[in-house]
């Protein structure tokens, strides 16, 4: 003891010097935006290499029950289109014209496939780390989605990794949706809690639906093309103010073990979201006139 | 005291001095003169090393709050400091004074000029480091680190001869 309080004594100069220092790094780090970015992205970039080859070993543990979902998953859209396709043949005549018309628009999205290496589901803002970034394609403000349908929007872009705000993120998700068959749209909200149960808000009073209906996007938002599958609607009830809907929604996505992941690239986004501003641009101005 | 009230004084002289005048100049728009360094250099020997931590520490502090760069050159100041008081042991004799002065009256010209270049030309290729936090522009980082390192220098030694005269 005695010992260590002289050593501490006598090099008690190295001790201030490295808790000053410490404490000058952490003002550089916190207090300068520049400094913090490039710490960020550097730190961000090696943290999601760990998360990457955890998810690695975690993926191969989930890779059964994946693929058996997956396989339900496909089973159940090929017997869709398959009576899809008969009942258009059947209206139209033309059996080849339904699947030009797929081409069609598949052709404007370009999907990147991507795995996930960090996720959390326990949070109120929750976020996700794809391990896809610039170099791939990936941009700012792309939907991203899975087998099962709709999991968030790209928010932050590093050259190899993204971060991506899930639908399960209470304060910074709203996604745009729309009930399928029916039209009638609303924005998905999560509170928190259960990670599989969602709800749409907004949705009119005057909305025809049943419950067990399917929620899809609606495809105003530009992020996402219509369609993608969002969930089932499970109860609905009035909205606090009573002129609207709330549908609470059983997410077809399982954020839980979500792995496999393809973020949406819109040709067409840029040309849209270039009107929607000169729209507003020109509303503003003529308010202001 | 008087110590204290010395050097407080000193340490206001060159605080204002640099953020009112020389952090406008930017010669060449690379070179700017960090005279505050001067503050470090001049702790006599055997003066308390926590002190000349703690006062580098917030010579540094306030001239970052001044420019907005907080940590910036308090991290390299105070580095600076801890530096000072062993090279200054180094380059005194042995048997020299117990308090001898960091200074040119007391060192020589040549052992004086070669504290403050020891001294100088680190800090500046560090603060320099840790502003461009990147070696992208690494020539463009040298030759401000470099630049800047020389002024100052210059800016140094004239000051302290002043201060002999």
Request: glycine content about 6%; hydrophobic content about 45%; proline content about 2%.
């Amino acid at each position: 003891m005695r010992n260590l309080l002289d050593f501490l004594a006598k090099y008690h100069h190295w001790f201030i010097f490295i808790l000053l220092e410490v404490a000058s790094g952490v003002l550089l780090l916190k207090y300068n935006s520049y400094q913090n970015s490039v710490w960020f992205s550097s730190a961000n970039a090696a943290v999601g290499k760990v998360y990457q080859w955890e998810s690695k070993v975690i993926a191969f543990f989930y890779q059964s029950h994946l693929n058996e979902e997956l396989t339900q998953r496909n089973f159940y859209l090929e017997r869709q289109v398959d009576q899809l396709r008969q009942l258009y043949a059947d209206l139209t005549k033309d059996t080849t014209q339904m699947e030009r018309n797929g081409l069609q628009f598949l052709s404007q999205y370009q999907l990147i496939p991507a795995k996930v290496v960090d996720n959390s589901v326990n949070k109120l803002e929750n976020l996700m780390t794809i391990d896809k970034g610039r170099a791939d394609g990936v941009e700012v403000d792309m939907g991203v989605a899975c087998g099962n349908g709709v999991v968030g929007i790209v928010y932050l872009v590093s050259d190899h990794y993204a971060v991506v705000i899930p639908a399960l993120n209470a304060t910074m998700s709203r996604i745009s949706c729309a009930i399928r068959g029916r039209g009638y749209f609303g924005y998905l909200h999560w509170y928190g809690g259960d990670p599989s149960v969602a709800y749409v808000e907004d949705v009119p009073r005057h909305a025809k639906f049943k419950l067990g209906d399917w929620i899809e996007t609606s495809g105003f938002s530009s992020i996402f093309p219509s369609g993608v599958l969002v969930g089932k609607i499970e109860q609905a009830y009035n909205s606090r103010d009573g002129l609207s809907y709330k549908l609470k929604v059983r997410l077809s996505t399982d954020f839980s073990c979500l792995r496999d992941v393809c973020v949406i690239s819109d040709k067409g986004i840029a040309e849209r979201a270039a009107l929607m501003q000169a729209a507003r641009d020109s509303i503003e101005m003529k308010i202001n006139r | 005291m008087i110590e204290f009230s010395r050097r407080l004084t000193f340490f206001l002289i060159l605080l204002f001095v640099q953020v009112l005048i020389l952090n406008h100049i930017h010669l060449f728009d690379v070179a700017t003169p960090l005279l505050y360094v001067y503050f470090a250099m001049t702790f006599h020997r055997n003066y308390p090393k926590w002190q000349v931590l703690l006062w580098c520490f917030f010579m540094g502090m306030v001239v970052d709050i001044f420019s907005s760069t907080p940590g910036l050159a308090a991290s390299c100041l105070t580095l600076t400091g801890f530096a000072q008081t062993y090279l200054l042991e180094r380059l005194v004799p042995r048997d020299s004074a117990e308090n001898l002065d960091a200074s040119i009256a007391a060192l020589g010209f040549s052992k004086f000029a070669m504290l403050c270049g020891l001294l100088v030309v680190p800090y500046c290729l560090l603060f320099f480091a840790l502003e461009d936090f990147s070696f992208f522009y690494v020539i463009d980082w040298g030759l401000k680190a470099i630049s800047s390192a020389a002024l100052t220098l210059v800016m140094m030694l004239a000051v302290e001869s002043i201060h002999r005269k």
